[in-house]
Nanobody, 123 residues
């Protein structure tokens, strides 16, 4: 079966950085756009970033543009999210997702989800 397993979350001070990774199995990785979403306590899940199937195009929410970078490694079937200049408002559970394309992931159209990894940014 398809599995998406996130790692790399933790506690960091404001201004710091973290790198999240998502290891996948059970799917033809190169056939999927990959993305990251997050859900803060009491809020709805929101789109963070996505990368196209070929890795040629990336998509970011306005709130993370310029601070976060998404990348994919098709040889390892993994997707990563480099998060720099973290802010307390970035505190959330971060979810990895696989979808038809990066464009559709940006519109919350995902086929598979991971279980999430928690990121806490202290002020």
């Amino acid at each position: 079966q398809v599995q998406l397993v996130e790692s790399g979350g933790g506690l960091v001070q404001a201004g710091g950085c973290l790198r999240l990774s998502c290891a996948t199995s059970g799917l033809t990785f190169s056939s999927y756009g990959m993305g990251w979403f997050r859900q803060a306590p009491g809020k709805e899940r929101e789109f963070v970033a996505a990368v196209s199937r070929r890795g040629s195009r990336t998509y970011y929410s306005d709130s993370v543009k310029g601070r976060f970078t998404i990348s994919r490694d098709d040889a390892k079937s993994t997707v990563s999210l480099q998060m720099n200049s973290l802010k307390p408002e970035d505190t959330a559970v971060y979810y990895c997702a696989a979808g038809p394309s990066g464009f559709e992931l940006e519109r919350h159209q995902a086929n598979y989800w991971g279980q999430g990894t928690e990121v806490t940014v202290s002020s």
